[in-house]
């Protein structure tokens, strides 16, 4: 049998036919188009028993033609509306449609109105539909299957989302020792081993990891094998695909060809992940000084030893764009944004963080995109062309402790005039001044939240050396006394 889908998104279309290819939906053929000419011609030369239709691609001019079309040669018609108004449902009725679904599709509804339009050649696989809908739906709602299998349960990942296919139909050629289940789902394939009583779990292990070696050699790819530790009783598949689900996660940790049992993790960690000050710190010395091994031990100290606790992937993730926004602060103050092949790399690094499935390769990634930053930042130094507000910025942020600290020093440090750098600053940000104030002011409210040192101390701690003008600055930019702020809390 064939099929036609007719819709303008192309994304709408892949998904469709994804979706029919991996519920093995008896349609040997799938056909798009975008627009009703070309769907006109379709019609006319492959037939097809089945059509999906987008309803909003009709039009007055058009309507006249599809409609003779789809009387003609096809046999079935579902039609779908992201609009679920009278207009749309009167135009279902005139073209006969067997089925109206609303975007965004259920996926439950698109399987029944496919299963019912393939139904007059397919009688005879009514059983296998309705076995595939039954685990289909117990995976994802906790609801018991009819019959009392006790499998194990195993989920299989690619490397590649998009070999998922190609591995659920390879696992159906490979001998192995029990009876299988294969069911697609969208970057993973469900296995149901079928087992006899002397099988074990280390048995099973065993035959996961020779499954993972014969993909290799045969695709010269990875994949991931997890197992759920017990049988699987006819009311917990939900259950069992969440923890095995879950397990996969490690491979985040431990990379591919690996088997997880579903009881290695009782869960994943949370921390917070943004960088401290002192952290901020290293990063922005250690990218000025170039560090290169000084980065390289922070990053494998951090994110490759082995850990006692595993931490939830995705705030791991969060804590690496933490620290590119350190280099990307770097990369602003020696204008490296004008550099092509700085910035493209940048974003290509910000994808990596977000998508790479291994933690060792985003590590990785972020030690090359430093060297190369500090590259650069080498040659800017050279032309004398970076931003001179944020390099004061930093200096201030790094010595505003120190009781002396004046604008000469950081004049000197940028080798340029204090009066060119006054200017600079009032300009372009705030004067000297009140920056090394706001700085010493917002460490003075921390240490009277949360320690006990007195007044006098902090004031000495933050950089001033008189306590009652310590206490005239504190109340001009929080209009409260450092008692009063002390008491209150706020």
């Not at 117990?138 to 299957?145: C, D, E, G, H, R």
């Not at 499998?151 to 190609?166: H, K, R, S, V």
């Amino acid at each position: 049998m064939n099929i036609l889908i007719i819709d303008r998104d192309t994304t709408e279309r892949t998904g469709i036919e994804w979706f029919v290819r991996s519920n093995q939906l008896p349609f040997q053929h799938i056909y798009h188009a975008e627009n009703i000419k070309q769907a006109n011609m379709l019609l006319s030369k492959v037939k097809p028993h089945v059509v999906i239709l987008e309803l909003e691609i009709l039009s007055n001019t058009n309507f006249e033609s599809f409609s003779m079309n789809v009387f003609r040669f096809s046999e079935r018609l579902i039609t779908m509306t992201a609009e679920p108004v009278f207009e749309r449902a009167y135009q279902a009725i005139e073209l006969e449609s067997k089925s109206l679904l609303v975007k965004p599709l259920n996926l439950n509804q698109l399987m029944k109105a496919l299963t019912n339009a393939a139904q007059t050649e397919v009688h005879h696989s009514d059983t296998y539909f309705s076995r595939n809908q039954e685990i289909y739906h117990s995976l994802f709602i906790k609801a018991p299957l009819t019959d009392s299998i006790q499998p194990y349960f195993l989920l299989i990942e690619a490397e590649c989302a998009t070999y998922t296919i190609d591995l659920f139909h390879w696992l159906h050629k490979i001998n192995l020792p029990f009876t299988a289940e294969f069911f697609p789902l969208r970057n993973k394939v469900v296995c149901l081993a079928y087992t006899n009583y002397s099988f074990t779990i280390n048995s099973l292990k065993t035959e996961a990891y020779k499954i993972i070696q014969l993909w290799k050699e045969e695709f010269d790819s990875n994949i991931n094998i997890a197992i759920h530790n017990s049988y699987i009783k006819s009311d917990n598949l939900q259950q069992a695909y969440v923890a095995t689900k879950n397990i996969l996660h490690m491979r985040f940790y431990k990379g591919f060809n690996q088997v997880f049992l579903s009881d290695e993790l009782n869960k994943f960690i949370s921390f917070d992940p943004f960088l401290t000050s002192t952290e901020q710190r290293f990063w922005m010395e250690s990218l000025e000084k170039g560090d290169i091994e000084g980065i390289k031990d922070y990053l494998y100290k951090q994110f490759t030893n082995p850990f006692h606790e595993y931490p939830e992937p995705e705030i791991v993730r969060i804590q690496l764009t933490s620290i590119l926004a350190q280099i990307r602060r770097f990369i602003n103050n020696y204008k490296l944004v004008k550099i092509e092949d700085i910035e493209n790399k940048y974003h290509r690094m910000f994808q990596i963080i977000l998508n790479s499935p291994i933690l060792y390769t985003i590590v990785q990634e972020i030690i090359l995109f430093c060297i190369n930053v500090i590259h650069y930042s080498g040659i800017q130094k050279e032309k004398r062309d970076f931003n001179y507000v944020e390099r004061s910025i930093r200096y201030i942020e790094h010595h505003f402790r120190n009781k002396y600290l004046r604008l000469e020093d950081i004049a000197n440090q940028l080798e340029i005039s204090p009066n060119y750098l006054s200017h600079l600053l009032s300009s372009g940000e705030k004067p000297f001044r009140r920056l090394v104030n706001e700085y010493r002011i917002n460490e003075a409210k921390k240490l009277l939240r949360n320690t006990n040192e007195s007044i006098q101390n902090i004031s000495d701690l933050v950089g001033f050396k008189d306590p009652n003008y310590f206490s005239r600055v504190f109340k001009r930019f929080t209009n409260s006394t450092p008692n009063y702020f002390r008491q209150t809390k706020t």
